[in-house]
């Protein structure tokens, strides 16, 4: 989430909302519209979608389109068909995205168009603030203030608090599955305003453009589409967050987390329910309530473990007896084998062979990327001896892609190889690579954490 601060009755707004939400957790709001299209709720949008970047969508209009265009002039346009109630939202682009380790099989993203993803956006501001108030402690999901680390954090204070026996659960599909007549309903216990209403349910009921293997268009969707909200939807992961509540709260109402000593963290369709011995028991519940809830347990993927003896996965992490110094066990949390294989395969791919031709500082930088990003998730939990693991790979990566850049010419009769400048990388795990000009007095190149990068 961008800062506000440019647009301080923004903010101020938003804050008003949230504070009456939270006041009276019964109250509708009703004039919502006219700020959707007021001039510092799109800027602010627009802003937010700029920094957020993305695909084009179905009429294949950029940014920098835009930008040429004249931000201000677009934005300015946008209000007016907001305002006269012109504004039709366009069709979503779909794009399968493979899925890891699951050959042949794909996640469907929809990418709407700019000027739709700025509308969601600028009525996101007005309705995340709202429905803040009503979201329970444990769904971490997409929430400004909230992260996927307090989420890994929660579950592991609740498994050192006893909770051992784990429902590791997966929604089937849970984006495509969310009823519409369900979900609308869970909107209007809070918003009242027909005019607002009317756009989500215009997003929802949006067609689908996918082009096939033979470069054809294939139309999906439409006004009969009674269930899911497309990924890659500004306002979905929104949507998502508040048709889960009801699961979070029913769980909460009915009185199951005292009968079966539980606790769930849910992180957007991920969630664990954390117990006493009373697993087998938590599993039932869960799936009469998903059932009940129009949603479907993906049976595959969700199972009862015993934490410790059995080893789970959550976000990117995995659940599992680790040992201290001198073999004392413990019960923690490392980055998973998949999250390493992945970030090893990609480390890999920008030193592969095909990337010699690059200069050694765009390598490095392109690797500096990648190597923080890793660290600045996966930086909790027992990870020191895997970042020595990875700073020797990175290490050996760099050194390699040196050679193979510098490889030396066949030996030929009074042909002598030149020592030209170069670039000196320091190469670590967590702080990535710091590459500063050097000259180097010989082609040798030290053991250690250090790597010189001809350049």
Not at 267 to 282: K, N, T
Not at 414 to 427: C, E, I, K, N, Y
Request: charge should be positive.
């Amino acid at each position: 989430m961008i800062s506000l601060t440019r647009w301080p009755k923004v903010k101020e707004l938003r804050e008003k909302l949230n504070g009456k939400a939270k006041a009276e957790p019964d109250y509708r709001f009703y004039l919502l519209y006219d700020k959707v299209y007021r001039k510092d709720f799109l800027e602010a949008a627009y802003a937010q979608c700029r920094k957020n970047g993305g695909a084009p969508g179905v009429d294949g209009k950029t940014f920098s389109d835009i930008e040429a265009y004249g931000a201000e002039r677009y934005l300015a346009e946008l209000a007016e068909e907001l305002k006269a109630r012109r504004y039709e939202p366009e069709a979503v682009r779909r794009v399968l995205i493979p899925k890891e380790g699951r050959p042949g099989q794909f996640r469907p993203l929809g990418i709407p168009t700019i000027k739709d993803r700025v509308v969601q956006q600028a009525v996101k501001l007005l309705l995340e603030s709202i429905f803040e108030a009503d979201f329970t402690e444990n769904a971490y999901g997409y929430r400004e203030g909230k992260s996927a680390h307090e989420a890994l954090l929660d579950v592991n204070t609740s498994l050192q608090a006893g909770y051992t026996e784990v429902v590791d659960a997966d929604l089937s599909k849970y984006f495509d599955t969310i009823p519409h007549d369900q979900l609308m309903r869970a909107v209007e216990r809070r918003i009242a305003d027909r005019k607002v209403l009317w756009l989500i349910r215009q997003w929802l009921k949006v067609s689908v453009h996918e082009t096939n293997e033979r470069g054809q268009v294939v139309v999906s969707g439409g006004r009969k589409t009674k269930a899911g909200t497309p990924q890659g939807g500004v306002i979905s992961p929104l949507l998502a967050n508040l048709y889960f509540r009801r699961f979070l709260v029913a769980w909460e109402r009915w009185g199951w987390h005292e009968k079966y000593r539980t606790r769930i963290v849910n992180y957007a369709d991920d969630f664990v329910i954390l117990s006493r011995g009373r697993g087998r028991e938590d599993l039932q519940a869960a799936r009469q309530l998903v059932k009940r809830l129009g949603l479907t347990l993906n049976e595959e993927k969700t199972r009862l473990c015993q934490a410790g003896p059995d080893a789970f996965n959550f976000l990117g992490y995995t659940f599992e007896t680790l040992y201290r110094m001198g073999g004392r066990p413990y019960l923690g949390f490392r980055p998973s084998d998949k999250s390493v294989a992945k970030h090893r395969e990609t480390i890999r791919q920008l030193t592969a062979a095909d990337q010699t031709s690059k200069e050694a500082r765009t390598v490095a930088e392109a690797v500096n990327r990648v190597v923080r990003g890793y660290w600045n998730y996966y930086s909790l939990g027992s990870s020191k001896r895997l970042r020595w693991q990875m700073g020797r790979y990175l290490w050996e990566r760099m050194r390699i892609w040196t050679l193979r850049k510098h490889a030396r010419p066949r030996k030929r009769k009074g042909v002598t190889r030149s020592q030209g400048p170069a670039l000196w990388a320091h190469v670590n795990a967590s702080q990535a690579l710091l590459v500063v000009p050097l000259a180097i007095p010989s082609h040798s190149t030290p053991y250690g954490n250090t790597v010189y990068l001809a350049q």
